[in-house]
Antibody, heavy 119, light 111 residues
Framework: QVQLQESGPGLVKPSETLSLTCDVS?????????WGWIRQPPGKGLEWIGS???????YYKPSLKSRVSILVDTSRNQFSLKLTSVTAADTAVYYC????????????WGQGTLVTVSS | QSALTQPPSASGSPGQSVTISCTGT?????????VSWYQQYPGKAPKLMIY???KRPSGVPDRFSGSKSGNTASLTVSGLQAEDEADYYC???????????FGGGTKLTVL
């Protein structure tokens, strides 16, 4: 059973950079599949942020593209999210998930971590 | 505003069937057979219930079924049970530009 666990600061100041890591267990991140980040503002719906392929190529939501980067660290079996110049609108629960690129869905999800943007 | 449109709420009595719609465009739902549905309980992570429009992952009850017609996909829950009360989100592949889009979610209430 693949397990994913998000980690990172729960509080980020406006204009600073949000950084999160997703640790993957019971599956080698370099074996296949792709990986992604999804967020959910309090009381609202899911929003795809971006996905990274095994090849290292990444796709980002167009409206976030200028502020987002997703990287994979195969030596640590983890991938990361960086979101720059954050505002209160970036306050959300952030989920990492495994993406089945062949069948186009997220099959395993982390439990999520709340990140609040506030001074 | 979400890319895919879902009704905010749906409800049914135990044992009944309820259908949740998910409307997109020819660039997402209508253009690909890659619609998926997720169930989310409050404070929990989403769980995959349907993929490729109508396929169920192992362990998902066959009371859950999916379909698609044109730009609209649907999730039907038959024989409603109290445990089905949750939020449901649809998602679709949207090509190499937008890649993944979600619906705004539907809160299913079992009366």
């Amino acid at each position: 059973q693949v397990q994913l666990q998000e980690s990172g600061p729960g509080l980020v100041k406006p204009s600073e950079t949000l950084s999160l890591t997703c640790d993957v267990s019971d599956y080698s991140i370099s074996s296949g599949y792709n990986w992604g980040w999804i967020r959910q503002p309090p009381g609202k719906g899911l929003e795809w942020i971006g996905s990274i392929f095994k090849s290292g190529s990444a796709y980002y939501k167009p409206s976030l593209k200028s502020r987002v980067s997703i990287l994979v660290d195969t030596s640590r079996n983890q991938f990361s999210l960086k979101l720059t110049s954050v505002t209160a609108a970036d306050t959300a629960v952030y989920y990492c998930a495994r993406y089945n690129n062949g069948l186009r869905h997220f099959d395993y999800w982390g439990q999520g971590t709340l990140v609040t943007v506030s001074s | 505003q979400s890319a895919l449109t879902q009704p905010p709420s749906a409800s049914g009595s135990p044992g009944q069937s309820v259908t949740i719609s998910c409307t997109g465009t020819s660039s997402d739902v209508g253009g690909y057979n890659y619609v998926s549905w997720y169930q989310q309980y409050p404070g929990k992570a989403p769980k995959l219930m349907i993929y490729e429009v109508s396929k169920r992952p192992s362990g998902v009850p066959d009371r859950f079924s999916g379909s698609k017609s044109g730009n609209t996909a649907s999730l039907t829950v038959s024989g409603l049970q109290a445990e089905d009360e949750a939020d449901y989100y649809c998602s679709s592949y949207a090509g190499s530009d937008n890649f993944v889009v979600f619906g705004g979610g539907t809160k299913l209430t079992v009366l």
